[in-house]
């Protein structure tokens, strides 16, 4: 943007919000991510898991999944406002976004659950190279199953989203998350 030309205020206020939405989703979940691959890697080190810490992580997941909702529900009505959707249209996106983050939320606790045993099973003497090798085989087969999972978004979103438009969400959730891992790497933001 040139210097001295300003954004629009409507705009400049949901450019920010938006921002600010995005960067708290992305925030909670490396947050909790990192605190379950610290509290993980913890039991691991003391050989057992405690019941206290599988009940906290259980709340810690609970806790995460009602901030994203809330975080998906107004990222997709400040999408639909960007976009000026119509209501029935933004919606739609809601429920879109919503079985994707879903389905996206059931693979990710699956890879993390692979990679948690196969961290133990690598640490093991002898290790079971046949149950290795099955677990490395589903975690790539998961990989490609979350890429189907982006896929079929996509195709949905085309039933009544323009490429434009989806590019726009495309692109700043892109933006947002990057903008979110920066500031948590401590890099400066571009």
Same mark, same amino acid.
């Given at each position: ?33 990192? %605190? %379950? ?13 405690? %019941? ?21 529900? +107004? ?44 961290? +133990? ?9 046949? %149950?290795?090798? +099955? ?10 199953? +979350?890429?189907?999972?982006? /896929? ?28 979110? /891992? ?9």
């Amino acid at each position: 943007m040139r210097r001295g030309k300003r954004m629009p205020r409507p705009r400049r206020a949901l450019a920010v919000s938006l921002g600010l939405t995005l960067v708290l989703s992305v925030s909670a979940t490396l947050e909790a991510q990192t %605190r %379950r691959g610290v509290q993980q890697r913890n039991e691991r080190r003391a050989g057992q898991v405690d %019941r206290s810490a599988r009940d906290q992580a259980a709340t810690d997941r609970a806790l995460e999944q009602r901030q994203g909702q809330v975080l998906l529900d +107004r990222f997709a009505q400040r999408v639909g406002e960007a976009l000026h959707l119509d209501d029935a249209t933004a919606e739609r996106l809601l429920r879109e976004l919503q079985e994707s983050r879903s389905q996206r939320s059931g693979i990710n606790a699956q890879v993390a659950a692979n990679r948690v045993e196969l961290g +133990r099973l690598i640490q093991e003497a002898p290790a079971d190279e046949d %149950r290795i090798g +099955r677990l490395i085989d589903q975690v790539f087969a998961l990989e490609v199953q +979350r890429a189907q999972v982006a /896929l079929d978004e996509q195709r949905r979103l085309s039933e009544f989203l323009t490429p434009l438009q989806r590019a726009r969400i495309i692109w700043l959730q892109q933006r947002l998350a990057r903008q979110a /891992l920066e500031r948590r790497s401590g890099s400066p933001n571009p």
